[in-house]
């Protein structure tokens, strides 16, 4: 009965965080949108942030972009990588290679 207990207890606290989650990535879309209109740097900060929260949701280290990601995956000859770091590189050529972190995510060979 306890560990039945915990386990809502601790279920009803990640319900919590969640819903404490959602009203901050409603702030902060607002907060970007507010940034991108008046033409400061927070924009590009939070744009990252969401990046990386994207890359954690997909199973990538919470501390690193989706292109990082992407750039090692590349060189490693992933599909998914190479596909989406061409389409990335009609933006910004070379892009996935530049926005490679060594020090995040899986390691380089």
Known sequence: MRTLQRA???RLSLLAIWLLCQVAAAVASAWMLLA???GSRRAWTLAV???QLANA???GH???TIS????KAARRGK?????LCRLLDRLDPGHCEKAIEPDRG???R
């Open 62 to 64: 919470e501390d690193e």
């Open 106 to 108: 899986t390691a380089l």
């Open 68 to 71: 990082s990601r992407a750039g």
């Open 36 to 38: 991108i209109v008046t």
């Open 57 to 59: 949701a997909f199973g």
């Open 49 to 51: 942030s969401y990046d």
């Open 79 to 83: 599909r998914w990588a190479c596909v």
């Open 8 to 10: 809502i207890g601790q």
